[in-house]
């Protein structure tokens, strides 16, 4: 360590300066593992500033124009260079040596000029943001300084002074005549100092010279000029600065890090700051989440002894019991300490988690059942947690996931649950036989006409409670959410339009300005009464917003369907429910704890209150429904044949997880329907179950089965066919993978390439075509819209125009045409339009559609073309389709004008934002990773500094991931092989 140093301090600098300091990331021996490797590696610029950023609001020279302007300290040192060689008389060129003094903080101070305490180095940055020497301001010599000079200094500036300081030490212990000897020989090489800096433009290219160039090195290149090639480098290149504060405070976080892992690893009781994290993530909690504490039921559940021992744990609380922080922090202890992956599994996330009741619902839980199962089986080092907060027959659950259960009836604000039949409202109570206790009347006076308009008193039950505090309607449709948030309106008084007006109207403009210029009529009604309604009609950035208004108070009252109880964390201080109903299914149990649970804002409320509305012929469907237990979980595998049993049965072969039907059998003996196969019916065992879909899978062509002679035993082993391993790589439902084929295969014969239109039916989802129902005159009126070769595919797939007009004109059709196919066609019209259009609005104006399902339509379109597209590569006879669909994908997935796709990939830039960038010249990636960010904001309107530094910065992260990928095809083409013939 040097000596210390006269005493340095910083004077104040302009706020620009200093935010432009505080705003910079140490990357040194304090830095992330992954942050060192990239440094080490000299890796390319994009990969540093994903870890270590920069501010480039500002030029470090200001408006200098040389660096002589004023008596820069590059003169100073100049001039004390030239002082201590004239006074020193060293032969630089036989000795390669340079004395300026003591390096002070990365700094050549000469003794004579700047030793004594009444000459003080003082760093002083002006409002052109230049350094200078300040020779008035003086420092007492006593004061010891709060950081050093260096902590202003770019790397290569402290690199450069570490490798002179190097040289320096060494020719001072080595005699004269030996640095004489070096500089002749020829052999040796020296790199230049400049050369160490990452960021150099030059950093990969190391300078080697000789011994007549190594002398002339230190005789022509003085210390200022190299600070000052140095000083301009850094410049251009937006380096880093290096603050000791900021190097303490990493370093304390990286030493709790490694203190953790330890500790995490021996299991010990005692197990860190925060539950095994560094003291940084309470703070970051605290700070962003508001969390001081954590429930004491989080604190036993996060030290049991299961889950120091990476053991599986499934854990159940009541909805709005604090789970999901929990599953958190658990997160964290295996990114963070133990270095692990984690599985996100929507739409909670854990190490492998999800709300476990749903895999008893449908498609999905058998996927989830499928994805548990694989784990289970080939992965014996995973941990899987899973919370939910219904849970009934929790020992089957554990027996699948071979996990521990902990439980706990925690719930941080009580929830009072009531009924209203007429106007009376009563209590849920178990005790009394009939479920119910009277709690009291309404009291409200009504007309006759809204009585008519709301005979439920849903205006009474909401205006107890708004606009001061939130409230959630539960309806059974989504037309029913329209309809009542529109109704609550009608009826409400003036003085609500004045809460929080100007927000309101914010909302507004905002929603205007997602749906280019276009608002939904009932929206613009019902916000400036604070009132919206929500569900998937809404397009994602709408529901967002909405979610948003509501969570932050804008918005008091939402008419939402069953949906968001399961997606969203929305509480309410009331939560009432329209009607026992989703669509035309009465409640489960499951479904009703859901919604209710939103009822109670902790930290808000002291209570939340839960209002079930009742027709009095459903009475006695409502006490069966409060008093009820929760409904038990049940596999789905044979519920969901071709998505759940035959699909899995299909990957088992395909993965070579399992290849015999005795290993086939092992297996799902391992699935929740092994450990529920007591339930099934007498007829059929599980092994018949799995006998018959190993035949259908064979009979689909999917399979092979053939007697395999092995260690003299005879078995029977199964392998995958090409269709079969393309139908699992590619994800395809096994109910349409032939139809696919087939319709693949008859595309060969005649594809229609003048537009996208034939594509796009070969891509348009199968499963979606059972919930269309279109509207023939709008088919007919699309169709005739068409070219004529467009029209030919219609008739390639079987749809003439006859029969649209015979279906137009409600004559009666005798052709038989597959109406799956009719409606699949009249979906493809709907993207087709969506992709000349790119307006989501506007189409859904024209199909007379929800502007939700619209998007829906996309999003899944994209999804099936994606593995459309994988089905293709593992099947050589559809190359053909490889590129079509590959560019096809794109489109459907940004829904952009093909120009603006490279934008679209920019983290950051949606299709409004890529028209900006586009128009404004920036055409390509590329443009958009050389961009300047302040550029960028004066060019394009409404654009941020930050957003402006984002866009460039994710344009470099991906320009560079993209050269790396051709680097490695580079590197793969040239490797030598190892089998040539003769060698």
Same mark, same amino acid.
């Given at each position: 360590?040097?000596e210390?140093?006269?005493?340095?301090?910083?004077?104040s600098?302009p706020?620009?300066?200093?935010?432009?300091?505080?705003?910079?990331?140490?990357?040194?021996t304090?830095?992330?593992?992954?942050?060192?490797?990239?440094?080490?590696s000299?890796?390319?610029?994009p990969?540093v500033?994903?870890?270590c950023?920069?501010?480039?609001?500002?030029d470090?020279f200001?408006d200098?124009?040389s660096f002589?302007?004023?008596?820069?300290?590059?003169?100073?040192?100049d001039d004390t260079?030239?002082?201590?060689l004239?006074?020193?008389?060293?032969?630089i060129k036989?000795?390669?040596?340079?004395?300026?003094?003591?390096?002070?903080?990365g700094i050549y101070?000469?003794?004579?000029?700047?030793s004594?305490?009444?000459?003080?180095?003082?760093?002083?940055?002006d409002?052109?943001?230049?350094?200078?020497?300040?020779?008035?301001?003086?420092?007492?010599?006593?004061?010891?300084?709060?950081?050093?000079?260096?902590?202003?200094?770019?790397?290569?500036?402290l690199?450069?002074?570490?490798?002179?300081?190097?040289?320096?030490?060494?020719?001072r212990?080595s005699?004269?005549?030996?640095?004489?000897r070096k500089?002749?020989?020829?052999?040796d090489?020296i790199?230049?100092?400049l050369?160490?800096?990452?960021h150099d433009?030059h950093?990969?290219?190391?300078?080697?010279v000789?011994s007549?160039?190594?002398c002339?090195?230190?005789?022509t290149?003085s210390?200022k000029d190299?600070?000052?090639?140095?000083?301009t480098?850094?410049?251009?290149?937006q380096?880093?600065?290096?603050?000791?504060?900021k190097?303490?405070?990493?370093?304390?976080?990286?030493e709790e890090?490694?203190v953790?892992?330890k500790?995490?690893?021996?299991?010990?009781?005692?197990?860190?700051?925060?539950?095994g994290?560094?003291s940084?993530?309470?703070?970051?909690?605290?700070?962003?989440?508001?969390i001081?504490?954590l429930?004491?039921w989080?604190?036993?559940?996060?030290?049991l002894?299961?889950?120091?021992?990476?053991?599986n744990?499934?854990y159940?609380?009541?909805?709005?019991?604090?789970?999901?922080?929990?599953?958190?922090?658990?997160i964290?202890?295996?990114?963070?300490?133990?270095r692990k992956?984690v599985?996100m599994?929507?739409?909670y996330?854990?190490?492998?988690q999800?709300?476990?009741?749903?895999?008893?619902?449908?498609?999905?839980?058998?996927?989830?059942?499928?994805t548990?199962?694989k784990i289970?089986?080939s992965s014996?080092?995973?941990?899987?947690i899973?919370?939910?907060?219904t849970?009934?027959?929790?020992?089957d659950?554990?027996?699948f996931?071979q996990a521990?259960?902990y439980?706990?009836?925690?719930r941080?604000?009580?929830?009072?649950e009531?009924?209203?039949?007429?106007?009376t409202?009563?209590a849920?109570?178990?005790k009394?036989?009939?479920g119910?206790t009277f709690?009291?009347f309404?009291?409200?006076?009504?007309?006759s006409?809204?009585?008519k308009a709301d005979?439920?008193?849903?205006?009474?039950?909401?205006?107890?409670?708004i606009?001061k505090?939130?409230?959630?309607?539960f309806c059974?449709t989504?037309?029913?959410c329209e309809?009542v948030?529109?109704?609550v309106c009608?009826?409400?008084?003036k003085?609500?339009r004045?809460?929080?007006?100007k927000?309101?109207?914010d909302?507004?403009?905002h929603?205007?300005?997602?749906?280019?210029?276009?608002?939904?009529?009932v929206?613009?009604?019902?916000?400036?009464?604070g009132i919206?309604?929500?569900?998937?009609?809404?397009?994602?950035?709408?529901?967002k917003?909405?979610?948003?208004?509501y969570s932050?108070?804008?918005?008091?009252?939402?008419?939402c369907t069953?949906?968001?109880?399961a997606g969203v964390?929305l509480?309410a201080?009331?939560?009432?429910?329209?009607?026992?109903?989703?669509?035309?299914?009465f409640?489960?149990k499951?479904?009703?704890?859901?919604?209710?649970?939103?009822a109670?804002?902790?930290?808000?409320?002291?209570?939340?209150?839960?209002?079930?509305?009742?027709?009095?012929?459903?009475k006695h $469907?409502?006490?069966? &429904?409060v008093?009820?237990? /929760? !409904?038990n979980c049940?596999?789905? *595998?044979? =519920?969901?044949?071709?998505?759940?049993?035959?699909?899995?049965?299909l990957?088992?072969?395909?993965?070579?997880i399992a290849?015999?039907r005795?290993?086939?059998?092992?297996?799902?003996?391992s699935?929740?329907?092994?450990v529920?196969?007591?339930?099934?019916?007498k007829?059929k065992?599980?092994?018949?179950?799995?006998k018959?879909?190993?035949?259908?899978?064979?009979?689909?062509g999917?399979?092979e089965?053939?007697?395999?002679?092995?260690?003299?035993?005879?078995?029977?082993t199964?392998?995958?066919?090409?269709l079969?391993?393309?139908?699992?790589?590619?994800?395809?439902d096994?109910?349409?993978?032939n139809?696919?084929y087939?319709? $693949?295969?008859k595309? &060969?014969e005649?594809?229609? /390439? !003048?537009?996208?239109?034939h594509? *796009?039916? =070969?891509?348009?989802?199968y499963d979606?075509?059972?919930?269309?129902?279109?509207?023939?005159?709008?088919?007919?009126?699309?169709?005739?819209?068409?070219s004529?070769?467009?029209?030919?595919?219609?008739?390639?797939?079987g749809?003439p125009?006859?029969f649209i007009?015979?279906?137009?004109?409600?004559q009666?059709?005798?052709?038989?045409?597959?109406?799956?196919?009719?409606n699949r066609l009249y979906l493809s019209?709907?993207?087709y339009?969506?992709?000349?259009?790119t307006?989501?609005?506007?189409?859904?104006?024209?199909f007379?559609?929800?502007?939700?399902y619209?998007?829906?339509?996309?999003?899944?379109a994209?999804?099936?073309?994606?593995?459309?597209?994988?089905f293709?590569?593992?099947?050589? !006879?559809?190359?053909?389709y490889?590129?079509? =669909?590959?560019?096809?994908?794109?489109?459907?997935?940004?829904?952009?004008?093909?120009?603006?796709i490279p934008l679209m990939?920019?983290?950051?830039?949606?299709?409004?934002?890529?028209?900006?960038?586009?128009?404004?010249?920036?055409k390509?990636l590329a443009?958009?990773?050389n961009?300047?960010?302040?550029?960028?904001?004066?060019?394009?309107?409404?654009l941020?500094?930050?957003?402006?530094r984002q866009i460039?910065?994710?344009?470099?992260?991906l320009?560079?991931?993209k050269?790396?990928?051709?680097?490695e095809e580079v590197?793969e083409?040239?490797?030598v092989?190892?089998d040539i013939?003769?060698?």
């Amino acid at each position: 360590m040097a000596e210390p140093g006269p005493a340095v301090r910083r004077k104040s600098c302009p706020d620009s300066v200093r935010k432009r300091r505080q705003a910079l990331v140490v990357c040194s021996t304090v830095c992330s593992p992954v942050a060192r490797k990239k440094l080490s590696s000299g890796g390319e610029g994009p990969a540093v500033e994903a870890t270590c950023s920069n501010d480039s609001e500002e030029d470090m020279f200001g408006d200098y124009d040389s660096f002589y302007g004023n008596d820069s300290l590059l003169a100073q040192i100049d001039d004390t260079e030239y002082e201590h060689l004239q006074d020193r008389n060293k032969d630089i060129k036989a000795d390669g040596e340079l004395i300026l003094g003591n390096l002070k903080s990365g700094i050549y101070q000469e003794k004579d000029n700047f030793s004594t305490s009444e000459n003080m180095v003082i760093l002083k940055a002006d409002k052109a943001d230049a350094f200078e020497m300040n020779k008035n301001d003086l420092l007492d010599s006593n004061q010891e300084p709060t950081e050093s000079i260096s902590d202003d200094l770019p790397s290569s500036q402290l690199l450069y002074f570490a490798k002179l300081n190097e040289l320096s030490s060494g020719s001072r212990t080595s005699p004269l005549s030996e640095g004489k000897r070096k500089c002749k020989k020829s052999s040796d090489k020296i790199r230049s100092p400049l050369s160490f800096y990452p960021h150099d433009e030059h950093r990969n290219r190391p300078t080697d010279v000789s011994s007549h160039s190594n002398c002339a090195l230190f005789k022509t290149d003085s210390l200022k000029d190299n600070l000052k090639s140095a000083m301009t480098g850094n410049a251009k290149a937006q380096t880093l600065q290096v603050s000791k504060t900021k190097q303490l405070k990493e370093a304390v976080l990286s030493e709790e890090i490694c203190v953790a892992r330890k500790t995490i690893e021996s299991s010990s009781v005692d197990i860190g700051p925060f539950y095994g994290l560094p003291s940084k993530v309470k703070d970051l909690f605290r700070q962003f989440r508001g969390i001081e504490t954590l429930y004491e039921w989080q604190h036993d559940c996060l030290m049991l002894e299961s889950l120091q021992q990476r053991k599986n744990l499934i854990y159940s609380l009541p909805t709005s019991g604090g789970k999901t922080l929990v599953a958190e922090i658990i997160i964290l202890q295996e990114l963070l300490c133990r270095r692990k992956d984690v599985l996100m599994i929507l739409p909670y996330v854990a190490i492998v988690q999800e709300k476990l009741h749903m895999l008893g619902e449908g498609s999905r839980g058998a996927m989830l059942e499928i994805t548990l199962a694989k784990i289970l089986y080939s992965s014996k080092n995973t941990q899987i947690i899973g919370m939910s907060a219904t849970l009934n027959n929790v020992g089957d659950l554990q027996k699948f996931l071979q996990a521990e259960y902990y439980t706990n009836n925690f719930r941080p604000v009580e929830l009072k649950e009531y009924v209203k039949i007429g106007g009376t409202v009563y209590a849920t109570d178990s005790k009394t036989e009939s479920g119910f206790t009277f709690s009291r009347f309404l009291n409200f006076k009504y007309s006759s006409n809204l009585q008519k308009a709301d005979p439920d008193h849903i205006v009474a039950l909401v205006t107890e409670v708004i606009p001061k505090y939130s409230c959630l309607i539960f309806c059974p449709t989504k037309k029913n959410c329209e309809n009542v948030a529109s109704m609550v309106c009608k009826y409400l008084k003036k003085e609500f339009r004045a809460h929080r007006e100007k927000e309101k109207q914010d909302l507004i403009k905002h929603l205007k300005n997602i749906g280019n210029g276009s608002i939904c009529s009932v929206l613009k009604h019902t916000i400036p009464y604070g009132i919206a309604y929500h569900h998937s009609g809404l397009t994602n950035d709408e529901r967002k917003s909405v979610e948003e208004a509501y969570s932050a108070g804008v918005l008091c009252l939402l008419a939402c369907t069953a949906t968001l109880a399961a997606g969203v964390n929305l509480p309410a201080r009331r939560v009432i429910l329209r009607a026992p109903y989703v669509a035309n299914d009465f409640l489960k149990k499951n479904q009703y704890k859901q919604m209710i649970g939103r009822a109670g804002r902790a930290g808000i409320d002291s209570a939340g209150e839960s209002i079930l509305i009742v027709q009095e012929k459903d009475k006695h $469907l409502a006490q069966r &429904l409060v008093n009820s237990p /929760l !409904e038990n979980c049940y596999s789905n *595998l044979l =519920l969901e044949l071709t998505k759940g049993m035959h699909s899995l049965l299909l990957s088992l072969v395909g993965l070579k997880i399992a290849v015999t039907r005795e290993e086939v059998n092992t297996f799902m003996c391992s699935t929740l329907l092994g450990v529920q196969q007591h339930l099934l019916s007498k007829e059929k065992s599980l092994s018949e179950v799995i006998k018959d879909g190993l035949e259908h899978l064979i009979e689909k062509g999917l399979l092979e089965g053939r007697m395999s002679e092995k260690n003299h035993n005879s078995k029977y082993t199964l392998t995958i066919t090409p269709l079969g391993r393309a139908t699992y790589k590619g994800s395809i439902d096994l109910a349409y993978c032939n139809l696919l084929y087939r319709e $693949l295969k008859k595309g &060969l014969e005649g594809l229609v /390439l !003048e537009s996208n239109l034939h594509l *796009l039916y =070969l891509t348009t989802p199968y499963d979606l075509t059972f919930s269309c129902n279109p509207d023939w005159m709008i088919y007919l009126r699309q169709f005739s819209q068409l070219s004529a070769a467009e029209q030919k595919v219609a008739d390639i797939l079987g749809v003439p125009e006859s029969f649209i007009t015979k279906k137009a004109s409600g004559q009666a059709v005798k052709k038989n045409v597959d109406s799956t196919v009719a409606n699949r066609l009249y979906l493809s019209f709907v993207l087709y339009t969506l992709l000349k259009e790119t307006n989501i609005w506007s189409v859904s104006e024209k199909f007379n559609m929800s502007r939700g399902y619209v998007q829906n339509l996309l999003n899944s379109a994209a999804s099936f073309a994606s593995c459309v597209l994988h089905f293709c590569e593992e099947l050589e !006879e559809f190359w053909v389709y490889k590129a079509l =669909l590959t560019e096809l994908t794109k489109q459907l997935t940004y829904c952009v004008k093909t120009e603006l796709i490279p934008l679209m990939e920019v983290a950051g830039v949606l299709e409004a934002r890529a028209k900006q960038l586009y128009n404004a010249g920036y055409k390509t990636l590329a443009h958009l990773a050389n961009a300047n960010p302040e550029t960028l904001v004066r060019m394009i309107e409404h654009l941020s500094r930050r957003q402006a530094r984002q866009i460039v910065s994710s344009a470099k992260m991906l320009l560079s991931e993209k050269a790396e990928a051709l680097q490695e095809e580079v590197e793969e083409l040239l490797k030598v092989p190892t089998d040539i013939p003769g060698t």
